[in-house]
C-alpha cells in the first residue's frame, strides 16, 4: 500500500483551515451578511446570586407576531436585574445597539454593545444586531422574566365561607371529572352539593344514600363511589346522584373499612362471623369479596389515614396511619405495603408522630401531605399539617416561612391573616386544573368541611397551592 506523504496532509489540513466557512460565517474573505441571533448570556455577578443560571432562548410569540430573545424559565423571586453583564453573540456582527426605556419613562436610550458593559435590564425593550456588510440589520425584541412570586410559597384562600346551613354531622367530599361532590348527612337526612371546580356549589338532590351511615367512609373504585353501611351492605354509585345496594356474595363477615384502592383491586378490613379475628379483604367489581390475611398486630380497624399513591420510582403503595385498634388504642403506627398482603411499620423511625384519629393524606409535589387529626386526649392537633418526603417513613413540620395555612388580607396599607382553625375528618383533595390559555397547570389542595372535639361542624372550603406548580414548563 502506497503511503501519502507527511508533508501532503499537513499542507492539505492548513489549507482546509483557511477555505472552509464555520457556522458564524467567520470567513475573513467574504463579508457576511447575516446579522442573526445565536445566544445571549449572563456574567457571573458576586452581588446578584444566580443571574449567570439564565438560559436565554430565541422563540416566536405570538401576541407579538415576531421572535423574541427570553428566559423561558424565570430567574428567582426578587432576582436583581438593574447590574448584568450581558454578552450577546451573532452569526456577524459590526454593531450592535440596546435600546433602552429612559429612566424618566418617557423615550429611548440608544447603547453601543462593547462587551463590557453593565446594563440596566428593567429598561430594556430590544437590541438591533447589524452585520458584517455594515448594511444588514435585525432587531429583536428581549424580555428577562424574573419570578413576581416566591416560588416556594404556598398561598391559601378561604374561597367559602359555608356550602350549607342543615345540621349535618358526617361529610365526606369526592372528586370525579372536573366536579367535587360533598355528601353531608344528619343521620335522617343526607345532602349532596356539588362543585364544578372554580364555580359556585350547588344543592342536588341525592337517593338511595342510607340514613344513618358514616358518609366519611366513602371510597372511589372503577369510576363508582361505594359505602360501608351497618357493617353488612355495601351502596354504591355511578352517576354520584342515585345510590344502590350491592348484592354482595358472601355474608360470613362484616365490612369494618374501607382502605384504599391498590393493583386494579379496592380493599377493605372485614371482620369474620366465625372466630371474630380481623382480615383483609379485595375486590374487583364491588360484589365479590376474596377474604385475605388477619391483620397484623396494632394495626387500625377505624379513624385512620389511608393513602395509595405512586412513588418517585412509579411503584404503586399504599400506607395507613394512626386510627384505633380492635381493642380501642389511639395509635400512631404507619403501615406501608406494596401488594396488600406484606407490611412494614414504620413505628420506629415516627418519634415526631403523634397518635391521631381523623387525619387525612394526600399526595403533592413529590410528598405526602398530612392534614388535622385528634390526640390521644381527645384534642385537635394544633399543628394543621406535617409532610413526609420519604413516603411515609418519617414526618416533620413544614417551614412556617413557606407554609403557613392562612389567607393574607392585604388593605391599603396594612396586612390581616385568616387563619384555617385546626380540626379532624376534614375531606383533603388534590385537584389538577388545566390552563390551557396559559399553557400551565394549577394544582390545588383543597380543605373541606371537617369538625373540632367539642362537636362543631365546619362547612368552609379553604384552597391553597404551591407557587412553583403553577408556573409555566417547557
Known amino acids: 500500500m502506497k503511503l501519502i506523504p507527511f508533508k501532503f496532509l ?62 423561558l424559565d424565570s430567574l428567582p423571586y426578587r432576582t436583581r436585574i438593574d447590574s448584568v453583564f450581558p454578552a450577546f453573540k451573532f452569526y456577524s456582527s459590526s454593531a450592535a445597539y440596546l435600546y433602552l426605556r429612559k429612566t424618566t419613562g418617557s423615550g429611548v436610550d440608544t447603547v453601543l454593545i462593547t462587551g463590557k458593559d453593565t446594563i440596566d435590564f428593567t429598561r430594556v425593550l430590544r437590541i438591533k444586531n447589524i452585520a458584517a456588510d455594515t448594511k444588514t440589520e435585525k432587531p429583536y425584541p428581549i424580555k428577562v422574566n424574573v419570578h413576581q412570586v ?10 367559602v365561607e359555608s356550602i350549607y346551613t342543615q345540621t349535618a354531622s358526617t361529610q365526606k367530599a369526592v372528586t370525579r371529572n372536573d366536579s367535587i361532590f360533598f355528601y353531608a348527612g344528619s343521620g335522617i337526612n343526607n345532602y349532596l352539593y356539588v362543585n364544578k371546580i372554580g364555580q359556585s356549589w350547588n344543592e342536588s338532590k341525592v337517593t338511595g344514600l342510607p340514613n344513618y351511615s358514616d358518609l366519611n367512609n366513602i371510597t372511589q373504585f372503577n369510576n363508582k363511589f361505594y359505602l360501608i353501611n351497618d357493617n353488612i351492605e355495601i351502596y354504591s354509585t355511578s352517576d354520584c346522584f342515585n345510590w344502590k345496594k350491592e348484592n354482595i356474595a358472601n355474608i360470613n363477615f362484616k365490612f369494618i373499612s374501607f382502605l384504599y384502592t391498590l393493583n386494579g383491586k379496592l380493599w377493605a378490613i372485614t371482620k369474620s362471623n366465625i372466630d371474630q379475628k380481623y382480615r383483609f379483604a379485595n375486590t374487583v367489581d364491588g360484589i365479590t369479596w376474596n377474604i385475605g390475611n388477619e391483620i397484623p398486630v396494632n394495626f387500625p380497624v377505624g379513624d385512620f389515614a389511608a393513602l395509595s399513591f405512586y412513588t418517585k420510582n412509579e411503584k404503586e403503595k399504599a400506607i395507613v396511619l394512626g386510627g384505633y385498634s380492635a381493642g380501642g388504642t389511639l395509635l400512631n403506627n404507619v403501615w406501608s405495603t406494596e401488594n396488600g398482603t406484606l407490611w412494614v411499620d414504620f413505628t420506629v423511625e415516627n418519634v415526631t408522630l403523634d397518635s391521631l384519629s381523623g387525619a387525612t393524606i394526600i399526595p403533592y409535589d413529590g410528598k405526602l401531605l398530612l392534614f388535622g387529626g385528634m390526640n390521644m386526649s381527645g384534642k385537635i392537633v394544633k399543628t394543621n399539617y406535617m409532610q413526609s ?12 416561612t413557606y ?12 396586612t390581616n391573616y385568616l387563619y384555617y ?8 383533595l388534590n385537584v389538577v386544573v388545566k390552563n390551557t390559555a396559559k399553557g ?12 373540632d372535639e367539642k362537636a362543631k361542624v365546619y362547612t368552609d372550603v379553604w384552597v391553597g397551592k404551591l407557587n412553583r406548580l403553577s408556573f409555566i414548563q417547557k
Not at 449572563?42 to 430565541?58: H, Q, R, T, Y
Request: charged share 15%; with cysteine; glycine share 6%.
Open 403 to 414: 407554609n403557613q395555612l392562612r389567607e393574607v388580607i392585604v388593605s391599603g396599607t396594612s
Open 150 to 159: 416566591e416560588s416556594e410559597l404556598y398561598t391559601w384562600k378561604r374561597y
Open 440 to 451: 400551565y397547570s394549577d394544582y390545588f389542595i383543597y380543605l373541606i368541611g371537617g369538625r
Open 389 to 400: 418526603i420519604d413516603e411515609g417513613l418519617s414526618w416533620s413540620i413544614p417551614s412556617t
Open 10 to 71: 499537513l499542507f492539505s489540513a492548513i489549507l482546509g483551515l483557511f477555505t472552509s466557512c464555520d457556522w458564524l460565517d467567520t470567513n475573513p474573505t467574504v463579508v457576511s451578511t447575516n446579522p442573526s441571533f445565536v445566544s445571549l448570556s449572563f456574567g457571573k455577578n458576586d452581588s446578584i446570586p444566580n443571574i449567570n443560571k439564565a438560559v436565554f432562548k430565541l422563540v416566536w410569540d405570538g401576541l407579538l407576531n415576531d421572535s423574541i430573545i427570553v428566559n
Open 421 to 428: 382553625k385546626p380540626r379532624s375528618y376534614q375531606s383533603v
